[in-house]
Each structure stands twice: as structure tokens, then as C-alpha cells.
């Protein structure tokens, strides 16, 4: 499974876009990108996933770049409770297992 | 959603002895679970993965005599941390993958489901 980079910490005011970058260069044809958040000890929590177009759901939009090499994650109105670290993964959907890098630790600011 | 519940969730033993963690599936049927391990600030780092009524499968660096895992029913795996030691202390997680009615894989879209138990914090005096 290609690797992820993502900035290891962020912060956004409550109310504001959080916009988490995540680059994965290296990613092959079939390799899904995956977000995933963790609240303090807690498990993680699925977010949203993507091959190539930009989707959306309730709790956030994936935008992924013409060349797939990197992705964004939006939370369109921040709020304290998506202060978490969030979680870039790429891996085959056929795939079993996640390998987690070291994520993004946002702080949301009142 | 898809629920997957740990017990226990906090668990302070002596060195030296064993402690299990349970993870059950609550509303559907997995066949292949994951146990990760996370140190204060630090990613999950996946341990094994669990397949029901077969052997695990562990990653490079963890020792399969030092973290028994047993995957006994389509809802409940088992990690034994045996003769645990200071160091064991951490933070232990299960998911779980659901495989829908029928036994074939829940899809949605192309999406293979995983859910996440809420962990198991073990402390080792």
C-alpha cells in the first residue's frame, strides 16, 4: 500500500472550512483514499472515502487532484468536537488491513 | 451504523500475568478482525489480522506466543496479552469487517466497511 504525508498539526476557528491536506504520491490505479478521525482514546472514527472523483457525505468533502497524487479534506463549519487527529490512508478496496500514518492533529478554536 | 464493542475498557494488571481483551461485533457477522496497538502520541500500529476458525496473521516484529488472538465466531475475537510487562502498557484496538447478509462482502459503492472498537487502555505495574 502507497504511503500518505500529512502536516502533523493543524488549527481552525470553530465556524470556518478545516481544509487537511494529505499527499500520496505514490498511489497506484486501484488504491482508494480513506480519511479516518480519532477523538482522544478513542477508536477511530470513518470519515469519507474516494478513487478518483471528489465525494461527499454528511460530516465532510474529499476533493482528490486530476492526478491523484493528493487530497484534501474538508469540514465545511469546524466545530470544537472535530478537534481529533485525522487519519490519510491509500489502500486497494480488496484490501484487508488499514496501515495508519501519523495523521493530522487538529485543534479547533473557539 | 455497524457497532463493535471491547471489553474491558481499562484493565490494570500485575507484571507477569496474562490479560484478555474481548471484541465483539454487536449487529453483524465478521469474519476477518484487526488488533492495533497505540503508545501515547503515537499512530495505530496494526498487530495482527484475526480470521474466524483459522489462525492469525501477525505483521513483522510482534510476537504471536506474546499476543494470542483466537477468532472463535463470526462476532468475537480474543487477544491474550500473556505475561504482560510494563512495556505491553498501551492502548489496544480491534475493528472489525463487516461481511454483510449472506456471507460476501458488505459494499457500499465499492467500499469494503470497516469498524473500529472503542479501545482497550492496559496499564502493567
Known amino acids: 500500500d502507497a504511503k500518505t504525508t500529512q502536516p502533523p498539526s493543524m488549527d481552525c476557528a470553530e465556524g470556518r472550512a478545516a481544509n487537511l491536506p494529505c499527499n500520496h504520491s505514490t498511489i497506484s490505479g486501484n488504491e482508494y483514499v480513506y480519511w479516518y478521525r480519532q477523538i482522544h482514546s478513542q477508536g477511530p472514527q470513518y470519515i469519507i472515502h474516494g478513487l478518483k472523483n471528489n465525494e461527499t457525505n454528511e460530516m465532510a468533502s474529499l476533493i482528490i487532484t486530476e492526478d491523484r497524487k493528493s487530497s484534501t479534506l474538508i469540514l465545511p463549519h469546524a466545530t470544537l468536537r472535530d478537534t481529533a487527529v485525522y487519519y490519510c490512508i491509500v489502500r486497494v478496496n480488496t484490501g484487508n488491513q488499514f496501515y495508519f500514518g501519523t495523521g493530522t492533529s487538529l485543534t479547533v478554536i473557539p | 451504523g455497524a457497532v463493535v464493542s471491547q471489553h474491558p475498557s481499562w484493565v490494570i494488571c500485575k507484571s507477569g500475568t496474562s490479560v484478555k481483551i474481548e471484541c465483539r461485533s454487536l449487529?453483524?457477522?465478521?469474519?476477518?478482525m484487526f488488533w492495533y496497538r497505540q503508545f501515547p502520541k503515537q499512530s495505530l500500529m496494526l498487530m495482527a489480522t484475526s480470521n474466524e476458525g483459522s489462525k492469525a496473521t501477525y505483521e513483522q516484529g510482534v510476537e504471536k506466543d506474546k499476543f494470542l488472538i483466537n477468532h472463535a465466531s463470526l462476532t468475537l475475537s480474543t487477544l491474550t496479552v500473556t505475561s504482560a510487562h510494563p512495556e505491553d502498557s498501551s492502548f489496544y484496538i480491534c475493528?472489525?469487517?463487516?461481511?454483510?447478509?449472506?456471507?460476501?462482502?458488505?459494499?457500499?459503492?465499492?467500499?469494503?466497511?470497516?469498524?473500529f472498537g472503542p479501545g482497550t487502555r492496559l496499564t502493567v505495574l
Open positions: 449487529d453483524f457477522q465478521a469474519t476477518t
Open positions: 475493528s472489525a469487517r463487516d461481511r454483510g447478509l449472506g456471507g460476501g462482502p458488505r459494499t457500499r459503492g465499492s467500499y469494503n466497511e470497516q469498524f
